[in-house]
Nanobody, 123 residues
Framework: QVQLIESGGGLVQAGGSLRLSCAVS?????????IGWFRQAPGKEREFVSG??????YYGDSVKGRFTISGDNAKNTVALQMNSLKPEDTAVYYC?????????????????WGQGTQVTVSS
């Protein structure tokens, strides 16, 4: 069983930065085929943000060039560095684990989910 706990959310002004962290327990994250970040704004579907897998790192189009995902084997965490934040980045951000090979982007491909952390970007 894999447990995921997100942290690092908060309120930030447009143009600012936040760093989210996903603490993985139950397995070493490098043994999990993919760890992804998703977000969901009120009234919208859950959206893929970024992932780190055995194939490398990958990003959604809306965050490419602004967000960076990284893994820390020693701490068993996956971080999401978010720069140049925009009001449209406001959402609850979720960390998830998938047992799909390749670079999964669909929520249905992810088996384990964290509780989420709120990110609010003010204009």
């Amino acid at each position: 069983q894999v447990q995921l706990i997100e942290s690092g959310g908060g309120l930030v002004q447009a143009g600012g930065s936040l760093r989210l962290s996903c603490a993985v327990s139950g397995r070493t994250f490098s043994t999990i085929p993919a760890i992804g970040w998703f977000r969901q704004a009120p009234g919208k579907e859950r959206e893929f943000v970024s992932g780190i897998s055995w194939s490398g790192t990958y990003y959604g189009d809306s965050v490419k060039g602004r967000f960076t995902i990284s893994g820390d084997n020693a701490k068993n965490t996956v971080a999401l560095q978010m720069n140049s934040l925009k009001p449209e980045d406001t959402a609850v951000y979720y960390c998830a684990a998938a047992y799909y090979s390749g670079s999964p982007r669909e929520p249905s491909q992810y088996e384990y989910w964290g509780q989420g952390t709120q990110v609010t970007v003010s204009s």
